[in-house]
Every structure is written in C-alpha cells, then in structure tokens.
C-alpha cells in the first residue's frame, strides 16, 4: 500500500504537459503572409422598409481600398448543395435553391457545372467577351452559386445584359432581379467583386454539423430561447442602436458599430456563454453550442481553402456580425495569416 500512494505522489508531481504554440510555427516563413479581413455585416434582409443599396456605397469604398483577391459569403456552395441534395431525409428536400431552370438551359447538373466553371476559369482571358460572361454566368447557376453568376452579370455592359450563350431568358430574368434583392451576397459581395473585376465570390457557409439531432425539438428551441432570454439585456440594448443606426442613408457608421470588439464581445457572452451556463436536464443549451462551433469551424476550414493554392493573397470574408469572434479567434491561428482590424478599414 505505501508503494502505492509513493507512486501516486510521484505522478502527482509530475508537471502538465506543455502544448506547442503552433502559432509559433510560421516565425521564419518563406513569402508574403496572407492578410484576411473579417467584416461582420447585418442581414440586409432585415433592413427597415426603405432600404437603398446607395446606403452601402461608403462602406464599399473602405472595402474597395483594401484590395481583396478573394471574397467570400455566408451562403452554402454548391457542393454541400448537391450533398445536401443526395440526402433529403437529413438535410431536408429544400436546403438550397432549386437549379432545375439552370440546368435545362445548360444540359449540365451541379458537380459538371462546377468542373465547367473551374475549367472556364482557368482559361479566362484579361479582357472577357460578352458572350463568354453570359455563358459563365448561366454555368456559375447551374452549379448553384448565384451571387458569382450576379458578379458575371454586372460586369456585362447594360446593352449586354440579356440572353444568350446558354443564358435562356428565364434565366437573365433571374440575374435582372437581383440586384433589388436585399442580401449581403449580393450588394456587398458581388458589388464589390464587380467593381474590383474579380470573376466570382466563394460560399462558405456550412450546416452539416448543426443539424441538431434531439428527441424533442420544441423542448430544444425552449431550452435555447429561454438561455438566450437570461443573458441577453446587453445584447437588446445593442440591438437598439442598431436598429436606429439602420435607418440612416449611410450604413458607414452601423458597421463600424457591429464591427466594434467591445460589442461583439456581448453578442458572444449573450449568444454562447449565457447558454453554456444553462441548466437543462438534456444538456441541450450545450449541444446548440457544440453545433454552433462546428458550424463555425468548417466555415473557417472552407475560408482556408480558398487561399490553400495562393499564399499572401488578400481575403475578405463578409458573414453575419456573430460569426466575426471565432472567425477572427480561428482564422488567426492558421499559419502563415496576419488578421486586419476591420476598425481601420472601415474608419
């Protein structure tokens, strides 16, 4: 018995083991570091009645002097579409938009259009005819990424704006439309990739791992809400001023606000750590939170991939303002990243 507790003291002392700072690891690296600038944004489709994309015009000035090479968008790509498409019982039949309309035009489904589009591009030319925009644009909807299709379409001269080159009429009606659609994908993303004559935007949204999986989802969304509910006084004061800064016709100033560090650091107390403090007999507060995570780390992984082939590139990703602390947290531990200060570039 004494040979026990003498080896028991011994392990006892034995010091935690020490991780490895892997953010050390890129200390002496070769090149020019990649640069990402994470900007939280509402969803302009709760913007007030009244809303003008002209609002955004100063905000995509500060973006535009930041030079990205690569845009990305909370939306789902085309790949996870077709997955999610192959796996009705747990994705749900309705997950994506439908691209039955841009594949008749096309002849082609989601995986051949995105194996088009990424053959297309690789032998893009510098000065793009229209027909080959139109073309594009019709592939980058069979491969169900709207807001790269909308990117080809406002590079296209106004008289050029119409159908032809696989592009049916359904289909540049479509296109026509969107620019009245409030969506961030759409006036942030695209109208800023058009502008800086970029080809495409990247979706990045992920909600394969968030699918919660519970046996009483009622139960579930009470436990959440009522979490929510408990935390939240800071975070319905915040919502105030937003909402008063939302009606102004320049939207400058209420991205400087969602993008400030001491707000964001509510919304992540309010949003996560109330509901890691939530009592709950099936733990389901803590299991959103787990889906949460998940959710944001493949999103993160998906962002990494867009620059895998292109180190030093200049990123900027535009999701959802509650995103922005664990994009900034995880993005920054990648190798070879240095993260932007959204507050400089939006000053």
């Not at 002496?28 to 944004?41: K, S």
């Not at 994309?53 to 500060?62: F, N």
């Not at 997955?83 to 841009?102: M, Q």
Request: glycine letters at 6%; hydrophobic letters at 45%; a neutral charge.
């Amino acid at each position: 018995m004494r040979q026990y507790w003498l080896l028991l003291s011994a392990l006892i002392s034995i010091p935690a083991f020490s991780q490895v700072k892997l953010t050390d690891l890129d200390r002496d690296m070769a090149g020019p570091r990649a640069q990402i600038l994470v900007l939280g944004t509402v969803h302009l489709n709760s913007m007030p009645p009244g809303f003008k994309p002209a609002a955004l015009d100063g905000l995509l000035d500060r973006l535009a002097a930041y030079k990205p090479e690569i845009i990305t968008i909370e939306t789902e790509s085309g790949e996870e579409c077709d997955l999610a498409a192959r796996h009705p019982v747990k994705y749900g039949a309705d997950y994506c938009p439908s691209t039955e309309a841009a594949k008749a035009a096309t002849g082609l489904d989601v995986p051949s259009a995105m194996v088009e589009v990424d053959k297309t591009l690789k032998a893009w030319p510098a000065q793009a005819a229209p027909a080959q925009r139109r073309r594009l644009a019709a592939l980058f909807l069979a491969a169900n990424d709207i807001a790269s299709a909308y990117v080809q379409w406002l590079q296209l001269p106004e008289a050029e704006r119409r159908a032809g080159d696989s592009l049916d009429p359904a289909l540049a009606a479509q296109l026509g439309k969107i620019g009245k659609r409030n969506n961030e994908s759409y006036q942030l993303a695209a109208r800023l990739a058009a502008r800086l004559g970029l080809q495409r935007v990247y979706a990045v949204d992920n909600h394969t791992g968030d699918r919660i999986d519970v046996p009483d989802i009622k139960a579930f969304v009470r436990s959440i809400e009522a979490a929510w509910a408990a935390g939240g006084a800071p975070m319905k004061a915040q919502q105030k001023q937003e909402d008063a800064m939302a009606q102004a016709a320049d939207l400058l100033p209420l991205y400087r606000f969602i993008n400030d560090p001491e707000r964001l650091r509510v919304v992540a107390e309010g949003n996560v750590a109330a509901t890691m403090r939530a009592k709950s007999p099936d733990g389901y507060p803590q299991i959103w939170v787990a889906g949460w995570e998940i959710r944001n780390l493949r999103m993160v992984a998906n962002i990494r991939e867009t620059f895998r082939e292109r180190p030093g590139a200049r990123v900027l990703t535009i999701v959802g303002a509650t995103h922005k602390p664990w994009f900034d947290e995880w993005l920054g531990q990648l190798q070879g990243v240095d993260m932007i200060d959204a507050g400089a570039v939006l000053k």
